[in-house]
């Protein structure tokens, strides 16, 4: 595994903040096994049960709010990191309507002290992880590509819209590509993604962990949104975009220095309805009623990625369809509720790569 990604990552100092979140902790194993010196940051695991603490991973972890810019710099000075992945966020969108500031205080101001913190201690290469709730979102068909504005209508997204136009100020004005290796030594890139599911999240009014937590009580989910419509992808298919765009920040090429999509084929984008029913094929005791809330926040209804670029420049591709992306998140859960609290992520990884292998996906090539 160590040669993936041709082995940029191998004895690599990689600082993760955020490492005890859902895409955080797979992160960080993929990380490790790689055989980075991996760096988190992040404050404590939000749920009980966590999946970082599952892993059990050797590695430098350090509780830390990434508002506080001393005690990134510290963290900076001390470990040196040679590349700064950054995805610690207020990840949820009906927490930001209850608490927008912290929304904002984390999302932008978070980010803010992070791109600070990486500034002033010469990081080479920074991946800033946003949503593709970011883009100003029209309800259309089309999917949203990089050049579309930044927009938001609830406070996450729109926080993460602010978060987007930081990195590509801190672009413009600090680490512009055309004074690299004059006046600075840094490549920032922006990574947008969609929904993502998979083994090992615990977070409140996510689908899947509703459904799972549900169904580990033997009790009907509330499904509250069944038009809605997402790009549902694994969680391993963006971690392999950020990493391939890391690798290419880690190479110095410049042209990487930019914003990449990562998302599913057009076939991954279902809604919520008929996630609930693929689900239910792997797992039987799942059932579910419909809640239509009169009062129900807003949320988007029809929201997709167009990833030509990514797919073109970066020569990513997602592996998994929906119907495996559904298969093993369920079987995660599984294994996890009735084969006492097994956790089959490194089961998951092996296969994922090994698929990626198969289809000979430019990262996966040199393994």
């Keep these: 595994m160590k040669s993936l990604f041709s082995s940029i990552y191998k004895d690599k100092i990689v600082l993760v903040t955020g490492h005890t979140g859902f895409k955080g902790s797979w992160l960080v194993y993929w990380l490790n096994q790689m055989g980075a010196k991996v760096v988190g940051y992040s404050l404590e695991a939000p749920t009980t049960p966590n999946h970082i603490e599952l892993l059990d991973l050797d590695i430098v972890s350090i509780v830390g709010d990434i508002r506080d810019l001393e005690k990134l710099n510290k963290t900076f000075e001390e470990y040196k990191p040679d590349i700064v992945f950054h995805l610690a966020a207020q990840p949820l969108v009906r927490l930001s309507y209850e608490n927008p500031m912290e929304t904002y205080e984390t999302n932008v101001m978070g980010t803010l002290k992070v791109l600070e913190a990486c500034r002033q201690n010469d990081v080479k290469a920074i991946v800033n992880i946003t949503s593709d709730k970011a883009y100003e979102n029209k309800e259309w068909i089309w999917g949203y590509r990089e050049n579309d504005p930044m927009g938001g209508y609830d406070p996450y997204s729109s926080s993460k819209g602010c978060a987007d136009l930081l990195v590509n100020s801190y672009r413009n004005s600090y680490f512009n590509i055309h004074e690299y290796k004059k006046s600075h030594d840094t490549l920032i890139a922006s990574c947008r993604a969609g929904n993502v599911i998979g083994g090992g999240d615990w977070a409140q009014d996510r689908l899947i962990t509703d459904i799972m937590v549900s169904v580990s009580k033997n009790k009907k989910v509330s499904i509250r949104n069944p038009h809605a419509t997402r790009p549902w992808q694994h969680v391993l298919e963006p971690l392999s975009g950020y990493l391939s765009v890391g690798q290419k920040l880690l ?14 084929s057009d076939e991954g984008s279902i809604n919520v309805e008929e996630v609930v029913k693929n689900v239910k094929k792997h797992w039987d005791k799942i059932d579910y009623e419909i809640n239509r809330d009169p009062n129900q926040l807003h949320e ?28 093993k998140t369920v079987k995660w859960y599984k294994s996890y509720y009735e084969e006492n609290k097994k956790v089959i992520t490194k089961l998951d990884l092996e296969s994922y790569i090994n698929d990626a292998k198969t289809k000979k996906i430019e990262w996966a090539k040199n393994d």
């Design 251 to 264: 190479e110095e090429k410049v042209e990487f220095s930019d914003a990449w999509n990562f998302g599913p």
């Design 300 to 327: 988007a209804s029809l929201l997709k990625l167009d990833c030509s670029k990514v797919h073109i420049l970066l020569k990513w591709n997602d592996i998994w369809d929906s119907e495996t992306t559904f298969e």
